[in-house]
């Protein structure tokens, strides 16, 4: 397993984030993951904002400004074509670090 693979949940949370639910701003994304784990993943600005730049670097989420709902003027992220594939691929590899993980931990 690569050292990436954990420390790529974050990714794949925004990955899928996105795909469900589309364009939204970092609040959003993080409210989203917060309110569909019960509070059991709690993210930090301070790793989200780094996450989505190297994203959007990397040609997997494009954004654009424009008004919140709160009439706030906010950053808006949207999974590109490229971050499709990604998320594709991503999930596949989070399936294999769980089955692993789930060996180790007597769960299967």
Do not use: C
């Not at 589309?22 to 780094?50: A, C, F, K, Q, T």
């Not at 040609?59 to 499709?84: D, H, I, M, P, Q």
């Amino acid at each position: 397993m690569a050292k990436n693979d954990l420390q790529g949940a974050l990714d794949l949370l925004i990955f899928k984030t996105l795909s469900q639910l589309g364009s939204m701003h970092g609040y959003g994304i993080v409210m989203h993951i917060e309110r569909v784990s019960d509070e059991l993943l709690n993210v930090e600005e301070g790793s989200l904002y780094p996450a989505l730049h190297r994203m959007e670097q990397s040609g997997w989420v494009r954004s654009e400004w424009a008004v919140t709902e709160s009439s706030r003027k906010a950053k808006f992220y949207t999974l590109t074509a490229a971050g499709r594939k990604q998320l594709a691929a991503r999930e596949k590899n989070w399936e294999q670090v769980v089955k692993g993980v789930q060996a180790i931990l007597g769960f299967v």
